[in-house]
């Protein structure tokens, strides 16, 4: 028989035996409470016909209860001192690999195809050091894994900026860079009181299904990230004061500014949070189609 081990008393009982203490730099805050974790597996659908990718399964409580129900798990943990406490706590899952690297440093088509034995679905499942949410969903966005879910735990405000509909203040190119791809919903909150140590902040559940073609069609993808980063550079002012601070005030670039915004029937004096994906689209490849 085998304890769980996202228990507070197992737990203490594993950082003791490894003598672990936390590092902060490193956004290790660990999941203590059994009835998230199963939530978080029943959120993500995991059955015997998925693997899952989990980043930083710092002592394994979450990696244990995806192991349980996964086809195969394949994490990666970036501190070394964790190798030991998970060689010894995962012990039981011979269908879990740990991997010691940055997963920002992880060739993800790589490694998924040397690890997974089956060719399944994958899901992303994982408690995020909260230090690189941002880096490590774009990571997985714009690699060429075909990943059909991620399920993940961040700060609440990231999850409520993800999440965001146009015209309220969460809204952002954030916000459009997660859900040009992806689905989200935000599933559920998490209390600060279920982690070791605590964070400052309230935590979230977010929910992303990989949508099967892009929210919108532009003809040039990052012309399209770029106009929307341009668009929320200076959060109080004008659409077109943000595009003439990204694009430049001389005459000529004020004129492909205006011709194109006309055709995609947007009024200048509105403001970035106010335009959908769909717009933004549309003024992104008027912009591209008008280009000297
Ligand atoms: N999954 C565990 C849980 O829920 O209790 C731990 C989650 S903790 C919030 C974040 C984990 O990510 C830590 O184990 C930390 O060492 C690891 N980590 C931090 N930065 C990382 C990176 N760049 N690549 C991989 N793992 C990382």
Not at 206 to 219: E, G, S, W
């Amino acid at each position: 028989e085998t304890r769980d081990i996202a228990t507070p008393s197992r737990t203490k009982e594993i950082l003791k035996k490894h003598g672990f203490t936390f590092k902060k730099s490193l956004g290790q805050n660990f999941l203590t409470e059994l009835n998230i974790l199963r939530k978080i597996v029943e959120t993500a659908g995991i059955d015997g016909n998925t693997n899952v990718i989990e980043v930083g399964p710092g002592i394994g409580a979450l990696t244990e209860q995806l192991a349980r129900n996964a086809a195969q798990v394949l994490a990666f943990e970036i501190d070394d001192r964790l190798l030991p406490v998970l060689q010894d706590t995962l012990a039981p899952y011979p269908n879990v690999t740990v991997v010691h690297q940055d997963v920002l440093e992880a060739d993800l088509v790589k490694t998924t195809g040397e690890v997974f034995t089956k060719d399944l679905p994958i899901k992303v499942v994982a408690n995020l050091p909260y230090y690189i949410t941002t880096p490590i969903m774009m990571h997985f966005l714009e690699s060429d894994l075909p990943v059909a879910e991620m399920v993940v735990m961040m700060q609440r405000e990231v999850a409520d900026r993800i999440s965001a509909a146009p015209g309220t203040k969460a809204y952002g190119s954030l916000t459009i860079a997660v859900q040009y791809y992806m689905e989200a919903k935000l599933a559920f909150i998490v209390p600060k009181t279920v982690f070791v140590p605590q964070p400052n902040v309230d935590s979230a559940i977010l929910k992303l299904t990989r949508r099967p073609t892009p929210a919108v069609a532009v003809t040039d993808e990052q012309a399209f990230f770029r106009l929307t980063k341009a668009a929320f550079q200076l959060r109080r002012k004008t659409l077109w004061n943000n595009l003439l601070h990204a694009y430049g005030k001389d005459d000529a670039t004020k004129a492909w500014l205006t011709k194109s915004l006309e055709e995609a029937d947007i009024d200048p004096k509105r403001r970035g949070e106010t335009l959908s994906l769909a717009e933004f689209a549309a003024l992104s490849n008027a912009l591209e189609a008008n280009r000297g």
